[in-house]
């Protein structure tokens, strides 16, 4: 009975979580969302983190490499998020965390960087991990879908990317 137990926790992990990160996956998000949204107060903060330059870390260093900079971000996000968050692995270099209620995206973005430049001081990689970051809160008022909560933080982000790349972009002219 105790080994039947074993094997139903240990599927239903494999069913819910990222083998590689042991973040939420999708589906377990979707499963989880309807719950959140009944216990948040009215208010989501949903974040989107995606690592920056991974195909420079697959193509240079390798693929094991890039696994451990997706490790590494998904590792910082749970982190920098409070513990009733829901970290998901979105897909690829994605990663995405709703938490119930209003929360501190500044706190968020300098958990994150502060994190990942723990894991670049010590790593010995040859490399440097970074994320742009979009953090935004949302009135449950206003919008319950997650798609639209998702695709408006996925501005912020690309915003947040695109500015490091025109920033990236001036140095290398000077």
């Known amino acids: 009975m105790?080994?039947?137990?074993?094997?139903?926790?240990t599927i239903e992990k494999m069913y819910r979580c990222d083998g590689l990160?042991?973040?939420?996956?999708?589906?377990?998000?979707?499963?989880?969302f309807k719950g959140l949204l009944d216990r948040c107060g009215?208010?989501?903060?949903?974040?989107?983190?995606?690592?920056?330059?991974?195909?420079?870390?697959?193509?240079?260093?390798?693929?094991d490499d890039g696994d451990f900079a997706i490790c590494?971000?998904?590792?910082?996000?749970?982190?920098s998020c409070p513990e009733n968050a829901l970290c998901v692995r979105w897909g690829g270099d994605?990663?995405?965390?709703?938490?119930?209620?209003?929360?501190?995206?500044?706190?968020?973005?300098?958990?994150?960087?502060?994190?990942?430049?723990e894991v670049n001081a010590h790593s010995g990689k040859p490399y440097?991990?970074?994320?742009?970051?979009?953090?935004?809160?949302?009135?449950?008022?206003?919008?319950?879908?997650?798609?639209?909560?998702?695709r408006d933080t996925d501005q912020l982000m690309y915003s947040e990317k695109s500015s490091k790349k025109q920033h990236a972009d001036i140095v290398r002219q000077r």
């Open 2 to 9: 105790q080994y039947q137990h074993y094997l139903t926790d």
């Open 21 to 32: 990160t042991r973040l939420l996956n999708r589906t377990a998000l979707k499963n989880e």
């Open 42 to 63: 009215g208010k989501l903060t949903v974040v989107l983190a995606d690592l920056d330059g991974l195909k420079t870390i697959n193509d240079t260093y390798g693929h």
């Open 72 to 79: 590494a971000l998904a590792d910082a996000l749970r982190e």
């Open 94 to 117: 994605e990663m995405v965390a709703v938490i119930a209620g209003e929360y501190s995206s500044e706190a968020i973005r300098s958990g994150i960087d502060r994190r990942l430049n």
């Open 128 to 150: 440097r991990i970074s994320a742009s970051v979009g953090v935004r809160t949302f009135s449950t008022d206003v919008t319950s879908r997650f798609e639209d909560m998702v």
